[in-house]
């Protein structure tokens, strides 16, 4: 890492209140003997008590920015600035012993992704207490109070139980709780939070912002980097927004997010789904609708193409005590409609649509697909039906054969269906690539080289292959930034209107079931306390926990934008 030394301003910062200088900031990776920039001169300082948000789309640069940061820009990174200080002290000249002193005590760091963040082999309860043990904070009685004290602040229910669990053992929510628990154990003064809120419900986000309102309100300074502008526009009191490593627009938030003077903030801001939106799409480029020529016709059938009746599914928790994830769901979806499902983290919303897909075992109840019995058939009955129901996950990367490129698993899936030649199969491919917006450039490439928003596309192609009368997408735009979750969006609405799709639509985003659903369910803690259609659920709400969600919906995902 290549640095600028400059002088310290630590008299300078102590009479103004500024703890972190940014002046001209320049992030560039070298590899193989080329260099290439994409951070170009960012700036801005940070004072006590103050929320810097830095917002753009995936690639933009705001990632990088905040990891420059902490010191975390990895091998091959080419770090310059005029300035970059924290509390006086030089960055630039950091060496790695002083980032360690530095890290979690002065500045805490929360990642985006907890699932790769966290020890995969040991109790998240144990990692946030080396955290604190690294820093010398108390003795092992103390550390393990603190870290029960931690979990609950950040709204981790049963912490005592939790704290034993490892990662996969929670949900992605939890998973995330808790390393924002790990993050702030030693309540340092300035925290660099990217996407703190991805993979969180609208309850629990609203229980972490209050958190982070409180720490500010106790003079910590915060930098959020985030796709979510109803996070930004909660916590901000000042937003950059970049766009190919640029800063395209910045000030003040609330001029910012109301009177938005650059075409891309306008553009941001006018992609966020929500009621107003409903019945459009969100502006952003759908592909042409392609001519399908292996379509299959749809399997004949009057009734609910899918339909659960009293489900319950329990589960033993690690103490040993039973804990009953879904009581007594029941639900119709018909043909051509969208049925929303909500709810927090362990509502059981995820639960109920993986007992749909007959991937978990019900302990009672049943489900019915295109009017047949589905889940209570042996397996041996059921695979020939599964053409009919297929799935989008949250993170599709997960679900890819790492060691396969676009092309192989585009192929496996059309191998499963009735097609028996190789170029009949390749025709599918090319056919599920246009309905997706991808070009046959990316067969060739690995998952890992695609965007977030090319690899969701990729697991829609996936999924589409057998051409299925419904598809369930659990948590399918969650961890995208607003304009790629747009362009989904807005891929789905027009997928649904062309094939006569049927969705089963899990979310925890509000603002997206309203803009998307016919229907929904409000799921807690198992059972389904309210559902109906979408406008009467969400306008008027009848129970106490519904009418809590919606309060806690920010005015962006929830009236009409300000027009630039």
């Given at each position: 890492?290549?640095?600028?030394i400059?002088?310290?301003?630590?008299?300078?910062d102590?009479?103004?209140?500024?703890r972190?200088?940014?002046?001209?900031?320049?992030?560039?990776?070298t590899?193989?003997?080329?260099s290439?920039?994409v951070v170009?001169?960012?700036?801005?300082?940070?004072?006590?008590?103050?929320?810097?948000?830095?917002?753009g789309?995936?690639g933009?640069?705001k990632?990088?920015?905040a990891r420059?940061?902490?010191?975390?820009?990895?091998?091959g990174?080419?770090?310059?600035?005029?300035?970059l200080s924290?509390?006086?002290?030089?960055?630039?000249?950091?060496?790695?012993?002083?980032?360690?002193?530095v890290?979690g005590?002065?500045?805490?760091?929360i990642?985006?992704?907890?699932?790769?963040?966290?020890?995969?082999l040991?109790?998240?309860?144990?990692?946030?207490?080396?955290?604190?043990?690294?820093?010398?904070?108390?003795?092992?009685?103390a550390?393990?109070?603190?870290?029960?004290?931690?979990?609950a602040?950040v709204?981790?229910?049963?912490?005592?139980?939790?704290?034993?669990?490892?990662?996969?053992?929670?949900?992605?929510g939890?998973r995330?709780?808790?390393?924002?628990?790990?993050?702030?154990?030693l309540?340092p003064?300035?925290?660099?939070?990217?996407?703190?809120?991805t993979?969180?419900d609208v309850?629990?986000?609203?229980?972490?912002?209050?958190?982070?309102?409180?720490t500010?309100?106790?003079?910590k300074?915060?930098?959020?980097?985030s796709?979510?502008?109803?996070v930004?526009?909660?916590?901000?009191?000042?937003?950059?927004?970049?766009?190919?490593?640029?800063v395209?627009e910045?000030?003040?938030a609330?001029q910012?997010?109301?009177?938005?003077?650059h075409?891309?903030?306008r553009?941001?801001?006018?992609a966020?789904?929500?009621?107003?939106?409903?019945?459009?799409?969100?502006g952003?480029?759908?592909p042409?609708?392609?001519?399908?020529?292996s379509?299959?016709?749809?399997?004949p059938?009057a009734?609910?193409?899918?339909?659960?009746?009293e489900?319950?599914k329990?589960?033993?928790?690690p103490d040993?005590?039973a804990?009953t994830?879904v009581?007594g769901?029941?639900f119709?979806?018909?043909?051509?409609?969208?049925?929303?499902i909500?709810?927090?983290?362990?509502s059981?919303?995820?639960?109920?649509?993986?007992?749909?897909?007959a991937?978990?075992?019900?302990?009672?109840?049943?489900?019915?697909?295109?009017?047949r019995?589905?889940?209570s058939?042996?397996?041996r009955r059921?695979?020939?039906?599964?053409?009919e129901?297929?799935?989008?996950y949250?993170?599709?990367?997960?679900?890819?054969?790492p060691?396969?490129?676009?092309?192989?698993?585009?192929?496996?899936?059309?191998?499963?269906?009735e097609?028996?030649s190789?170029a009949?199969?390749r025709?599918?491919?090319?056919?599920?690539?246009a309905?997706?917006?991808?070009?046959?450039?990316?067969l060739?490439?690995?998952?890992?080289?695609?965007?977030g928003?090319?690899r969701?596309?990729?697991?829609i192609a996936?999924?589409?292959?057998?051409?299925?009368?419904?598809?369930?997408?659990?948590?399918?735009v969650?961890?995208?930034?607003?304009?790629?979750?747009a362009?989904?969006?807005d891929l789905?609405t027009t997928?649904?209107?062309?094939?006569?799709?049927?969705?089963?639509?899990?979310?925890?985003?509000l603002?997206v079931?309203?803009?998307?659903?016919?229907?929904?369910?409000?799921?807690?803690?198992?059972?389904?306390?309210?559902?109906?259609?979408?406008?009467?659920?969400f306008?008027?709400?009848?129970?106490?926990?519904?009418?809590e969600?919606?309060?806690?919906?920010?005015?962006?995902?929830?009236a009409?934008?300000t027009?630039?």
């Amino acid at each position: 890492m290549t640095s600028t030394i400059l002088e310290s301003t630590t008299e300078t910062d102590q009479r103004s209140g500024t703890r972190l200088r940014v002046d001209n900031l320049r992030v560039g990776f070298t590899k193989g003997g080329r260099s290439k920039r994409v951070v170009h001169g960012l700036s801005f300082e940070l004072a006590a008590g103050e929320c810097v948000a830095i917002v753009g789309e995936s690639g933009s640069g705001k990632s990088v920015s905040a990891r420059s940061l902490v010191g975390l820009t990895g091998a091959g990174a080419v770090v310059e600035a005029d300035e970059l200080s924290l509390d006086g002290e030089n960055l630039l000249a950091f060496t790695g012993r002083d980032w360690r002193r530095v890290r979690g005590s002065q500045v805490g760091f929360i990642l985006q992704d907890a699932l790769v963040s966290l020890d995969p082999l040991r109790p998240v309860g144990q990692e946030i207490g080396e955290a604190l043990r690294l820093h010398g904070w108390g003795d092992k009685s103390a550390r393990e109070a603190k870290v029960l004290e931690l979990l609950a602040s950040v709204g981790v229910p049963d912490p005592a139980n939790r704290a034993r669990q490892r990662p996969d053992e929670l949900s992605g929510g939890l998973r995330q709780r808790a390393l924002i628990a790990s993050a702030l154990a030693l309540d340092p003064g300035i925290v660099v939070a990217d996407e703190p809120t991805t993979a969180l419900d609208v309850t629990v986000q609203a229980q972490v912002l209050d958190l982070l309102e409180e720490t500010k309100r106790r003079g910590k300074a915060l930098i959020l980097i985030s796709h979510d502008l109803s996070v930004v526009a909660r916590l901000a009191d000042r937003i950059l927004v970049m766009s190919g490593g640029h800063v395209v627009e910045d000030g003040p938030a609330d001029q910012v997010l109301n009177d938005p003077q650059h075409e891309y903030t306008r553009s941001l801001i006018a992609a966020v789904p929500g009621a107003h939106t409903r019945g459009r799409l969100l502006g952003s480029q759908v592909p042409p609708f392609v001519s399908v020529t292996s379509r299959r016709e749809p399997t004949p059938f009057a009734g609910p193409v899918l339909e659960a009746c009293e489900l319950v599914k329990r589960f033993r928790r690690p103490d040993g005590t039973a804990h009953t994830a879904v009581d007594g769901v029941s639900f119709t979806l018909e043909r051509g409609e969208t049925l929303g499902i909500v709810g927090e983290s362990g509502s059981g919303k995820s639960t109920t649509a993986r007992i749909a897909l007959a991937l978990e075992r019900a302990d009672s109840g049943s489900v019915r697909l295109l009017g047949r019995d589905w889940t209570s058939l042996p397996e041996r009955r059921r695979r020939p039906l599964r053409r009919e129901i297929s799935v989008v996950y949250q993170d599709p990367l997960s679900s890819f054969d790492p060691r396969w490129d676009v092309a192989r698993i585009l192929e496996d899936a059309v191998g499963r269906t009735e097609l028996r030649s190789g170029a009949a199969r390749r025709e599918r491919v090319a056919e599920l690539l246009a309905l997706v917006g991808l070009t046959p450039e990316v067969l060739g490439r690995s998952p890992l080289t695609l965007s977030g928003g090319q690899r969701q596309r990729v697991a829609i192609a996936r999924a589409l292959a057998p051409w299925p009368a419904v598809v369930v997408l659990d948590e399918a735009v969650s961890a995208l930034d607003v304009s790629i979750q747009a362009q989904i969006l807005d891929l789905l609405t027009t997928l649904q209107a062309e094939l006569g799709l049927s969705y089963l639509f899990i979310s925890h985003d509000l603002g997206v079931v309203s803009h998307l659903a016919d229907r929904v369910l409000v799921m807690k803690d198992g059972v389904v306390v309210e559902h109906g259609a979408v406008t009467d659920v969400f306008e008027n709400p009848a129970h106490p926990y519904t009418r809590e969600l919606i309060a806690a919906l920010h005015p962006l995902s929830a009236a009409p934008t300000t027009e630039g």
